[in-house]
Structures are given as C-alpha cells and as structure tokens.
C-alpha cells in the first residue's frame, strides 16, 4: 500500500507473521510561518494515521527536519511531533536539513502494527529499545557534544557521540561491531570537517574491532547539524539486540561499485537483515561513483541523479532486493535550484515511493545529489526470529 499526495507520503510492508511497518512522510505547505507548518505537518501526520488505522502507541521513530534549528528547536520541542505520550515512547530525531523546496520543517515516521506485544523502553531522552520478535531494537537519537559555549575538535566529538552509543550497547551485552545496523551522521560544513571525523571514525571502529578484514556499518555522512552553536558532529543509530550473525549479510556489487576501504572511508554500502518472513536492507548514502570510487557525470545533476539510482539497484539486487521495493527515500542537494528537475525525475520513475527532498552538500563537493532509504523485501526463512 502506497501514497504519495499533497504533502503526505506513505508505504507499507505487511509480512506473513502479520507484522506491518509504516514509513510516513509529510511535508507542509509552503510560505507559512514556522507556528503554522508545524500545525499544518502535525495535522497531515494526524489524518495519515487515520487512513492507515495506526494507533498512536504504534509509533517508533520519528525525524524532523527543520531549516534553522538553532532558532526552531525550542518551538519543535514544544509541539505534538516532538512530544510523546507518557505511556509510549517514541525516538525522536531533529536534524538541521533544510526541507526543499520552501519548507521550515518536514517529517519522516515509521510505525509498527504488531499481533504480538511491543514493548518500548526508554533509557535516555536519546536512547529507546522496542521489544519485538525477542530481539531488542535499539533506537539511538540526537547523539551530540550538546556544545553552546565551549570549542572541542570534531574528532573529539566524534569521539564522545560514539562512546554514548557503545556505553548503552555494553550495558545490554552488545557490541558496536556486531549490534549496530546503521548509522546517520551529521556533519556542519561537510567539506570541512569530514575527513576529521572520518579519521577519528576509522581509529574508533579499529577499536571496536570493526577493520578491513571485518567489517563496518551502513552510514550517511552528510551535511546536517543540531541546534547546539559548536557542534560539528549529530548521529542518530539503529541496533539489533540479539542479532545472530546468520541474519547479516551486506551489500555489495563490484561491476558497478568499488569497495569503500578503497578510497579509506569505514561503511558498509548496504547491510541486510534477514527475519523469518522479511529482510530489510539498509542502503547508505549512495552517489554518482564508479568502480574506481571516482566520481561520474561530474556538473550534472540529473545523470549523477540517474548513476546513483543505478547503484542502488544494484546494491539492492545483490541481496535479493530491487530499487521498486524502497519504502521512501531521503535525497540530499548540495545546490535547491535542481530541486525541481530532481523532484520531477523521482515523481516519474517512482510515483509510488514517499520521498524527502534535504538540502545537503555530500562529502565530496563534486557529487551533486546523494539517494540513501530503506528496502523490504519478503523473505521466508522460519528458522530465523521473526520480525
């Protein structure tokens, strides 16, 4: 079940254990105030649930986008989407990504329709795990030096975002290197400060025994930050508690993509998860880049647009997937004005898949457009614990 349609976009996956996921995107109408695109993206949200019948205790994650979060945070924090109800917790995420094409705010929501008991657990504002299946999905957010008057390096904070992921992780008997599943990171000014976060990632990871000879984890490094002033570094991260080895395996196809260790950058292209009746594939950023990890159709847009599409599909297919079985996608522009070549490409080849257009420069000021999301797939492997 899909929609895409003023403002409100949706896509379902209903498995044969009876488990739906939900993933829900809404955009507001535009030249509103900040008050009133935040009503406008809480009602959208409201009457979207109601179409699909979701309660509101079905909800796990949801990220908010905002175009100034130095200025918008407080009133956020104030609103129905970023407050939740006493009795159900939900993981909430905010990221300064400017909404395109005119948006102060947009949203992206996931929820979960369960026969069995779901069971959420709050650890920190920042941490909460859903119980389901028997396995602990942990939900990382808003991870950040929370810096408004103090100076530290990138490296620092990179440091100290990580380190609260794995304190949580090592409290529950889990591991960064065999529990995580994915990570987003929010860099500020991206073409300045990722190679320091890169190297402090890679000695962190080495570490964590996460090395060339292992393996790393599905990441988007990409323009974004928090509304702390000297922030660099915001990083929100899903985990598996229990995970069995025999349910990862990560995506990769060499005819068409290098490997990232080949150009010295610490993520998986892809990472599946396999359950009993579904697996889920967790695309990272993906860009215009070859087999030589160099950069394709550089100064145009629409054809680094159609390259990185072209990678994601192949990727997908590599784990028994294709592009068509996207539940949304997050779309990252270094420059607004393609937004609307960019918009239209997407509508025509994928009217039936939720979408989110961000303002965000990538890592290597010559790629133009980034494509990163989410794919599930039906599976049938009933040895394996169910979703």
Not at 65 to 87: C, G, H, K
Not at 296 to 311: I, P, S, T
């Amino acid at each position: 079940m899909a929609r895409a349609v003023d403002g409100v976009g949706f896509r379902s996956f209903r498995g044969s254990s009876g488990s739906t996921e939900h993933y829900i995107t809404i955009e507001p109408p535009g030249n509103l105030s900040l008050a009133r695109q935040i009503d406008a993206v809480s009602q959208r949200y409201a009457e979207a649930l109601q179409t699909l019948r979701l309660p509101p205790e079905s909800a796990i994650f949801r990220r908010i986008y905002l175009s100034d979060a130095a200025n918008q945070a407080a009133v956020l924090r104030d609103s129905a989407l970023f407050q939740e109800p006493m009795d159900s917790p939900v993981a909430v995420a905010m990221v300064q990504q400017p909404p395109l094409p005119d948006a102060k705010v947009a949203l992206l929501a996931y929820h979960v329709e369960s026969p069995e008991p779901v069971v959420k657990t709050k650890l920190s504002p920042e941490q909460m795990i859903v119980e389901m299946g028997g396995l602990g999905h942990l939900w990382s957010t808003r991870l950040c030096a929370t810096k408004n008057t103090e100076v530290i390096s990138t490296a620092d904070q990179t440091r100290e975002v990580f380190g609260r992921l794995i304190d949580t992780l090592s409290a529950r008997g889990a591991t960064l290197s065999d529990n995580c599943v994915r990570t987003w990171i929010y860099v500020k000014d991206v073409d300045v400060f990722y190679q320091e976060l890169v190297e402090a990632r890679t000695e962190l990871f080495q570490q964590q025994g996460l090395t060339r000879d292992t393996h790393y984890i599905a990441s988007t490094g990409i323009e974004g930050s928090c509304s702390h002033r000297y922030d660099t570094v915001l990083m929100d991260a899903y985990s598996v508690l229990g995970l069995k080895p025999e349910q990862v395996s990560f995506l990769n196809d060499f005819d068409r993509l290098c490997a990232t260790k080949d150009y010295n950058v610490t993520f998986e292209r892809g990472t599946r998860i396999a359950y009993a009746d579904r697996t889920h594939h967790f695309i990272s950023g993906t860009a215009s880049i070859d087999t030589a990890g160099q950069v394709v159709h550089r100064g145009d847009v629409r054809r680094q647009l159609d390259r990185a599409l072209e990678n994601v599909d192949a990727l997908l297919r590599s784990g028994g997937a294709r592009v068509e079985d996207m539940s949304h996608f997050l779309v990252y522009l270094r420059d607004p004005s393609d937004y609307s070549l960019i918009e239209g490409c997407l509508a025509e080849r994928f009217p039936e898949v939720p979408r989110l257009i961000l303002r965000g420069a990538v890592c290597r000021p010559e790629w133009l457009v980034e494509v990163e999301g989410i794919a599930i797939a039906p599976h049938n492997a009933p040895a394996l614990p169910r979703f």
